[in-house]
């Protein structure tokens, strides 16, 4: 059963560009998360979502940032118009149900 | 949530146990205590959860005293790929994770 898959795994965008992360749950997980990790610091929740709804976006930015996870492909994380803070490593997580959550290995976004 | 306190950072020896403590004074009766580390440049790994009775694992050893204010996680032989950040969470099925900062735990050969 592969793990919790996420790609790009290392991602540079210039300021202004737009950046998509995507991440394909465990087989048989319909919730998937999102966090984000800033350099040196914790893990922050951002959203959480099943399929085609989302559950809690209480961490995300009010602007710039959207996340979907659609009936059939990979949860998108995407962030419009990118500044140098939103560069920082995003982790995908995915649970059967709401309990236990296992993690991608994340995607490095560096804003240049 | 419950807030949970540990220790900022530790030290073991390799081949000793490690125990990571971690406070929860505020946990309620459905709250379960998780514990997730994350190795540098990697993503979070599950290692154990319980409710109120003591886990083991392949990975681990899960104590959680019985007021459930405390619990601690056990590595019974560390090695040097065990030197990570060790969160530990409470959290109510529903709830999202929230992760703190965490035991930075390094293994000394």
């Given at each position: ?112 | 949530d419950a807030k ?20 929860h004074s505020t946990i309620s009766?459905?709250e ?37 204010k ?20 409470v ?19």
């Amino acid at each position: 059963n592969a793990g919790v898959m996420q790609n790009p795994r290392h991602l540079v965008r210039r300021r202004g560009q737009e950046a998509r992360l995507r991440c394909s749950p465990m087989k048989g997980h319909s919730h998937v998360y999102w966090y984000r990790q800033l350099p040196e610091e914790g893990l922050k929740f951002m959203v959480y979502l099943q399929k085609e709804n989302i559950i809690d976006e209480s961490g995300m930015p009010k602007e710039r940032f959207s996340a979907e996870f659609p009936k059939e492909g990979p949860s998108i994380l995407r962030i419009q118009q990118v500044v140098r803070g939103d560069s920082a490593a995003y982790f995908c997580a995915s649970s059967p149900q709401e309990n236990t959550i296992y993690f991608g290995e994340g995607s490095w976004l560096t804003v240049v | 949530d419950a807030k949970t306190t540990q220790p900022t950072s530790m030290d073991c020896a390799e081949g000793r146990a490690a125990n990571l403590p971690c406070n929860h004074s505020t946990i309620s009766g459905n709250e379960y205590v998780y514990w997730y580390r994350q190795i540098h440049s990697q993503g979070p790994q599950y290692i154990i959860h319980g409710l109120k009775n003591n886990e083991t694992n392949e990975m681990a050893s899960l104590i959680i005293t019985e007021d459930r204010k405390s619990s601690t996680l056990i590595l019974p032989h560390a090695t040097l790929r065990d030197t990570a950040v060790y969160y530990c969470i409470v959290m109510n099925t529903g709830n999202q994770f929230y992760f703190g900062t965490g035991t930075s735990l390094t293994v000394i050969p």
